[in-house]
């Protein structure tokens, strides 16, 4: 039986690096990628999800546009690591045209999908929320009728990448994090940000996997070029804790998509800080039962990192 994933992105590199995974991997059917603000524009993100589509001859799963912007608040963006476009800024001129991005919008399609496929989707948000908090605004039920929610986000230690205490999908939209934590009561599986930076893979993999004799590898080595760059300035060691391929989205990804990768970890109620000074878009784990809640959510801690190289390697072969 296959798995059916909905991937909602801001398709920067890292983005790209976990469709690639997902596009691959064997019983897994991608029923539709929703495209939201973050990275980059929205334009770009719908642009870039076509491109690696596009690499990886998958042109026929659909893309959905999503909000251009946060429930509140201004838009931010990480166009110094990924390149102001998202995909490093390097020139395409056989991108795909933005006229293959669907009529429906994200949120509606994403509503659509579950309530036709209800039980059977796992739905893998490596992006901010915005979609995901205005779809269970529109329907309350969607949240119950998903099989599970994997989400790359928020921190656990308050170690910040965008701000002094926030990771930047949470930070890029607090209320929409608030709101995906404490409204959804699915399965819910989040990758956060120390965990990913605990979790590097070596530059020597990095070499291996991207020296892979395919279009689709030549394709990464083009993207990533940038990234890779600002990754060994002392700036980005400082922030991921040493040196080292921190491919953020892939790790929530590879647990949505093999059940036995994820090898610990904690389980907690969890929220969101949305009014302090320097911890605005902070998760907050609840580790006393304080928060009242019932619902906790599963906070990887180890992964098997031999096997997620392995679904990377495939993903560029």
Sequence with gaps: MSKKLLIDVDCGVDDAQAI???????????????CVHGN?????????????????????????????????GKRIDAGHFHGMDGLGDVPDPDAPGLDLIQKEGAVSAMI??????????????????????????????????????FIMGGNTESRGNTTVCAEFNFAADPEAAYIVLNEYQCPTTIACWEFTCYSKLSWTFCDTWLSQDSEKARFMKRIFAYSMEVSVSERLQELVAGTGLVSCDSYAMAAAIDDNIVLESDHYPVSVELTGTHTRGMMVLDTTGMLKKTHKIRVMTKMDLERLMEMMMDSLK
């Design 20 to 34: 690639m995974i997902a596009l691959v991997a064997p019983n897994v059917e991608v029923l539709g990628i929703t």
């Design 40 to 72: 980059t524009n929205v334009e770009n993100v719908c642009k870039n999800t076509l491109r690696v589509l596009k690499a990886c001859h998958k042109l026929e799963i659909p893309v959905f546009k999503g909000a251009d912007k946060p429930i509140l």
């Design 112 to 149: 659509r999908l579950v309530n036709e496929n209800p039980g059977q989707i796992s739905l893998v948000a490596t992006a901010p929320l915005t979609n995901l908090a205005l779809a269970v605004r529109l329907d309350p039920s969607f949240p119950s009728k998903l099989k599970g929610l």
